[in-house]
């Protein structure tokens, strides 16, 4: 890269290292100093180094539990380093594996062209698209593995239609695989990196909560939010219900008994297709006998590295994203030194000071999502932002009358959907790469998953979730 292409990054480097000798070294501000001081110090700077990426997250993250250790904020190295010892940075690990073995035996694609592939009229193409992605997403924890997946269908799809590149449908279809897609993972506990880590966080920071209880406060508005937003997808794109001129009717049976994604299941495939259907069970009969969801995860992944097995090997070890790994870890140690010294009570007095006094709790809400949302734009991982965001957002609104899950389900809601630059999410900057989608469509599209993504929330918030607290009360 040339050195302008290296300059956000350079700059952040400098930022960081003005903000964590500043806050080190520097005078009393605020009247914050000593450990305190120190650790606000650590987090800001790490802060910047995750949003401008001048080292890999890794990197980052190693340097900041090194800082808080270096610099007396806590007695031990153990002690800066215990977020590592959570449940979530092992779920992230054994989850991310679980989605390599279905996309080493070919599930997905198996599925999605049993289900996608039918030569129909675009706007019929485009539900059965919606659905597959759905479904799918029950089984396949992964936004991006899915996007991949379906690209080559849609193409094939589009080429069918006999459409350009450049097509309503294509459009639309890469919306669906880009914007939306992602947000199905919110559906199940185990839907992925940012449904596990609400789920986690929630689980150390709220209540203790199941995978049936995820499915059922989060399961309905994510689907609607799914569904309002294709619709309306559609109609923006207006795509046709008709059958294109020239569109190829019929399949050819000798191509399809040359794809090996139309054949029938495979070993392997029905083997992890088994798996993945036993983690399920579990996970639901677990919910009432208190299994640790963990536990069924780290089950199917064993079963799948054991020897005349081979789902999984050392290669797919190597190939998680640790950086995000290593992110949480590092955040979540961040968040326990934090808490020792008490650095989040000057959290909620800052609030206090932002947010009018005696303001109502809607526009108190209203006002931090905001917020949250424009620090979003800043991150390339929509689950990275959670988990900063969260302790944070969570603290600052503990003076109020709102209720914390409510808080941690919409606001998970919220940050998904605010997706306004190809880099804020890898699903869609696949699809912006890849499709015929610009900047200005993603920008549109965002806000307009966005606005349907409020609307679905302040529902569930005065509607449906207290109608779930009252189910499972009883």
Not at 357 to 379: E, K, Q, S
Request: glycine residues 8%; aromatic residues 8%; proline residues 6%.
């Amino acid at each position: 890269m040339s050195r302008r292409q290296h300059l956000p990054q350079l700059v952040g480097l400098g930022v960081a290292a003005v903000v964590l000798v500043g806050g080190t070294l520097g005078p009393p501000v605020g009247g914050v100093d000593g450990t305190v001081r120190t650790v606000l110090a650590v987090f800001a700077a790490t802060l910047v180094l995750w949003i401008t990426k001048p080292v890999p997250y890794a990197v980052s993250s190693v340097l900041c539990v090194a800082l808080l250790h270096a610099l007396g904020t806590v007695p031990t190295f153990a002690d800066a380093a215990s977020g590592f010892a959570s449940t979530l940075v092992f779920f992230f690990v054994v989850l991310l594996l679980v989605g390599r073995s279905v996309a080493n035996v070919d599930l997905d694609d198996w599925v999605a062209a049993r289900l996608v592939a039918a030569r129909d009229t675009p706007r019929r193409s485009v539900r059965r698209l919606s659905v597959m992605v759905l479904l799918l997403a029950f089984v396949l924890p992964s936004g991006l593995a899915r996007g991949v997946t379906f690209m080559p269908i849609i193409d094939r799809i589009n080429a069918s239609f006999g459409a350009p590149a450049d097509s309503q449908f294509r459009r639309l279809a890469y919306y669906v695989i880009g914007h939306l897609n992602p947000v199905a993972s919110l559906a199940l506990m185990t839907g992925g990196s940012m449904a596990v880590a609400t789920a986690e966080l929630v689980n150390a920071s709220v209540r203790p909560l199941t995978w049936v209880e995820w499915a059922l406060y989060m399961a309905p508005p994510t689907v609607l939010l799914f569904a309002c937003c294709t619709v309306l997808g559609a109609l923006y794109y207006n795509v046709s219900g008709e059958v294109p001129t020239g569109a190829s009717t019929g399949t050819d049976a000798d191509s399809e008994a040359d794809d090996p994604t139309l054949r029938a299941l495979g070993r392997d495939q029905r083997l992890v297709l088994g798996g993945l259907g036993g983690a399920i069970v579990m996970w639901v009969v677990g919910s009432f006998v208190g299994i640790p969801t963990l536990v069924p995860a780290v089950l199917i992944v064993v079963l799948f590295s054991l020897p005349g097995v081979g789902v999984l090997d050392a290669s797919d070890v190597r190939a998680i994203n640790w950086g995000i790994v290593f992110l949480v870890g590092a955040m979540l140690s961040l968040l326990d030194v934090m808490r020792t010294v008490g650095a989040f009570d000057l959290v909620v007095e800052a609030f206090g000071v932002v947010v009018p006094p005696g303001a109502p709790d809607a526009v108190v809400v209203a006002a931090v999502f905001a917020v949250a949302v424009l620090v979003r734009g800043t991150f390339s991982s929509v689950s990275a932002s959670f988990v900063v965001l969260f302790p944070v957002v969570l603290e600052g609104l503990s003076t109020t009358g709102v209720t914390p899950l409510y808080v941690s389900f919409g606001l998970t809601t919220i940050l998904m959907a605010a997706t306004f630059l190809p880099f804020n999410n890898p699903a869609v900057l696949v699809a912006y790469d890849r499709g015929p989608l610009d900047a200005t469509d993603v920008f549109r599209l965002g806000l307009l998953t966005l606005a349907v993504a409020v609307v679905v929330v302040v529902l569930s918030w005065t509607v449906y979730w207290p109608f779930v607290d009252s189910v499972v009360t009883i």
